[in-house]
C-alpha cells in the first residue's frame, strides 16, 4: 500500500521549494561546513535529499556530495537544478531503510525529516539510522533534525501548525497527539504541481532526546549532542530546549 509520504512527493517538487520551512538552506550548510571544519576533501551522503537543496548548495561551495531519495520526482527536480547550476552531482532512487552503502562517507546528513521519523513504525526509523550508521566511515559524522518530543510536552502541536500556516503551503487539520505512541496523527492539505488538492493522512513520531540517545548508543556513535534546529539558523550556542519544535542532532561514531 502507498504510505502518505510517498503520495506528497509524487507531484509536489517545485511546490516543496516554496515551503516556509525550505528557506534555511544558507544558514544549514554554514553549519555543516562548520563542523567538518571546512574539509573539501571529505565524502558527504545527504539521505532524503529531496529537491537537492543541500547538496547542491554545497556541491556550489566545492564539497563531494551524493544525494539519494525515495521519490524520483523530487530527485528529477533535483537534477534540474544541478544542471541549471551546471553543477554534477550524483542523484540515485534509494530507499533510505535498506541504504547501499558501507564505510563510504565522512558526513551523512539528514535534515528537515528525511526520511526518518516519517515512516509508519518505529522498527521502520531505526532501520534509517543503521543504514546512515553502516554507510559512515569510523569516526564519521551524522548530522541530522527530527522532531523534537519535549515540544508536544509542553504546547499544542495543532496551535503550533496554525500559527505556521501560510496561504499557498502545506495546511494541517484534525492534529491528534498520541502521547502513548509520541505520534501525531493530522490531515494534511496540500496544492500539487498540477494545481491538485491532495489530502493525506499523516503519521509522525516525535522522538526525545534519551530515545535518540538510546537508539545512537547501540548503533555505536560515541558522542551525541543535542541542538534547537531553529530555521537557516543552527547553532551550538542554541541548546535543544521545550520549545524547539525540531531538535538538531550531531553524532560521531
Given at each position: ?24 538552506t ?51 527536480r ?22 547501499p ?18 515512516m ?23 548530522i ?70 538510546w ?39
Open positions: 500500500m502507498e504510505q502518505w509520504y510517498e503520495r506528497l512527493f509524487k507531484n509536489y517538487s517545485r511546490k516543496y521549494d516554496n515551503e516556509g520551512f525550505t528557506q534555511g544558507i544558514g544549514e550548510c554554514d553549519f555543516i561546513e562548520k563542523e567538518i571544519n571546512y574539509d573539501k576533501s571529505l565524502k558527504i551522503l545527504d539521505v532524503g535529499c529531496g529537491t537537492g537543496r543541500h547538496a547542491i548548495e554545497l556541491t556550489k561551495r566545492g564539497y563531494n556530495i551524493t544525494g539519494v531519495d525515495l521519490s524520483e520526482s523530487m530527485l528529477k533535483a537534477r534540474e537544478k544541478a544542471e541549471e547550476e551546471n553543477l554534477k552531482i550524483e542523484f540515485h532512487q534509494q530507499d533510505a531503510r535498506n541504504l552503502f558501507e564505510n563510504e562517507f565522512h558526513l551523512v546528513i539528514m535534515l528537515c525529516e528525511g526520511g526518518f521519523s516519517l509508519e513504525t518505529d522498527e521502520m526509523n531505526f532501520q534509517i539510522l543503521t543504514g546512515a550508521a553502516k554507510a559512515l566511515k569510523p569516526n564519521g559524522k551524522f541530522f533534525t527530527t522532531l523534537n518530543g519535549l515540544f508536544p510536552l509542553f504546547h499544542s502541536v495543532k496551535e503550533f501548525f496554525e500559527k505556521e500556516a501560510k496561504d499557498d503551503t502545506a495546511q494541517y487539520s484534525e492534529n491528534k497527539f498520541d502521547l502513548m505512541t509520541f505520534r501525531d496523527h493530522n490531515i494534511t492539505s496540500i496544492v500539487d504541481d498540477s494545481g491538485n488538492k491532495v489530502e493525506l493522512k499523516c503519521n509522525e513520531r516525535y522522538y526525545v532526546p534519551s530515545e535518540i540517545t537508539l545512537l548508543k547501540s548503533l555505536d556513535f560515541k558522542t551525541i549532542e543535542f541542538f534547537g534546529a531553529k530555521l537557516g539558523a543552527f547553532s551550538r550556542d542554541d541548546k535543544l530546549t521545550t520549545d524547539d519544535f525540531e531538535m538538531l542532532v550531531v553524532a560521531v561514531n
